[in-house]
């Protein structure tokens, strides 16, 4: 028996092709704004987030999503951390030390305000993006799916879908945090007998191996149900009325009937993952170096034309600024393609293991024709 996770490689690579091109800058931008709020391919990186954070709000995203665990512990180191760095409380900031200028500690309670006012600000842009994100992953598919992007018409339609996953995910992650404090619980009550002085360097040195494992097990099984989730789930919600425990009922049916298929899908899209993150990296340091030189070159020009001075300043620093939005844009342009080739291989591979799933029939047949 052929596994199809090999078979459809070759399919996706000419699936996403026929979409992209020829090259279309409207369809690009659309798809790139889009492809920022969404996730990979369900495989490499859905194993990675869940390594780094067992109650991760944000599996579908974009390899450029916060969660937030993350989030908040930024907030708290800095909160913790600048007293400190000021000399002292809060309360004693607000008064001139006798090695600052005068001014100098209203100057820096004012920075500090700036910092904290900054920190919510990227808190409130990743919790939107967060739930966004839920929206438009069925954006994307659908837009794969029917080869066409309309943003704004198929956020519309997904309105309850993006209700459905987002809730799914909140509810999931917050049973992922519970069993992984369970397990927890569980390691303390067997190796250390309960007793919080058994409970030290030593012991977690000889229990390395198992905290391993099972660091590492837990890791795939919740990223395996959240990348299952994206990458299957969300297709097979988008045929007809299906909401996502219907999909989820259908999905784990298939995976009961095939479960060699399911698993070397898992094992391959690591794989591609891994590759497309890497070609990623190259294309994005390859952009950068080429867009550095043309506005440093006018950033380094306006700075000693204008003498080095307050306006100087400011004006290469309104060319920098514009150098990281459109190394931004080149580096969601570039996801694209990768993120196109990752979606149609796994909704191909999910057509040929039952094709009453199929979600995108009519690719398929063009690109079998």
Same mark, same amino acid.
């Given at each position: 028996m052929s596994l199809h996770a090999i078979d459809n490689i070759d399919d996706a690579i000419d699936a996403t092709q026929a979409f992209l091109f020829?090259?279309?800058?409207?369809?690009?931008?659309?798809?790139?704004?889009?492809?920022?709020?969404?996730?990979?391919?369900g495989g490499?990186?859905?194993?990675?987030?869940?390594?780094?954070?067992?109650?991760?709000?944000?599996?579908?995203?974009s390899p450029t999503g916060p969660s937030g665990t993350e989030s908040e512990f930024a907030l708290t180191g800095t909160l913790d951390v600048f007293p400190s760095l000021v000399g002292g409380t809060v309360s004693q900031v607000t008064q001139p030390g006798p090695d600052l200028p005068s001014g100098g500690a209203e100057a820096l309670a004012g920075l500090g305000v700036l910092v904290i006012v900054a920190i919510v600000a990227i808190v409130l842009f990743a919790l939107v993006v967060g739930v966004l994100s839920n929206f438009m992953e069925f954006v994307f598919v659908q837009s794969l799916a029917?080869?066409?992007?309309?943003?704004?018409?198929?956020?519309?339609?997904?309105?309850?879908? =993006?209700?459905? @996953? !987002? &809730?799914?995910? +909140?509810?999931?992650?917050?049973l992922a945090g519970a069993a992984s404090v369970g397990l927890f619980l569980l390691f303390f009550l067997v190796a250390a007998g309960g007793e919080m002085a058994d409970l030290g360097p030593q012991l977690l040195a000889a229990s390395s191996t198992l905290l391993i494992v099972g660091f590492l097990g837990f890791a795939l099984?919740?990223?395996?149900?959240?990348?299952?989730?994206?990458?299957?789930?969300?297709?097979?919600?988008?045929?007809?009325?299906?909401?996502?425990?219907?999909g989820w009922q259908r999905l784990f049916s298939s995976l009961r009937e095939q479960p060699k298929q399911y698993l070397a899908y898992l094992f391959f899209s690591v794989v591609l993952g891994i590759g497309v993150n890497i070609v990623s990296g190259?294309?994005?340091?390859? =952009?950068?170096? @080429? !867009? &550095?030189?043309? +506005?440093?070159?006018v950033a380094v020009a306006l700075w000693f034309a204008l003498g080095e001075g307050l306006a100087a300043g400011i004006l290469a620093g309104i060319v920098v600024v514009l150098f990281v939005l459109t190394?931004?844009?080149?580096?969601?342009?570039?996801?694209?393609?990768?993120?196109?080739?990752?979606?149609?291989?796994?909704?191909?591979?999910?057509?040929?293991?039952?094709?009453?799933?199929?979600?995108?029939?009519?690719?398929?047949?063009?690109?079998?024709?």
């Open positions: 020829p090259f279309d800058l409207r369809t690009w931008l659309k798809l790139a704004f889009v492809a920022f709020f969404v996730a990979g391919g490499a990186l859905n194993l990675v987030r869940s390594m780094n954070s067992f109650n991760n709000f944000d599996q579908g995203a029917e080869q066409e992007v309309h943003v704004r018409r198929y956020f519309g339609d997904n309105v309850g879908n =993006g209700v459905q @996953l !987002l &809730a799914f995910r +909140f509810v999931f992650g917050l099984v919740t990223g395996t149900i959240n990348g299952f989730t994206t990458v299957f789930v969300v297709p097979l919600m988008l045929q007809g009325d299906h909401g996502i425990i219907t190259f294309a994005l340091l390859i =952009g950068g170096g @080429l !867009l &550095a030189i043309p +506005f440093g070159l190394l931004f844009v080149v580096a969601m342009l570039v996801k694209v393609p990768l993120v196109s080739f990752l979606r149609y291989y796994a909704m191909l591979v999910l057509g040929d293991i039952d094709a009453d799933m199929d979600p995108i029939p009519d690719v398929r047949a063009d690109v079998e024709g």
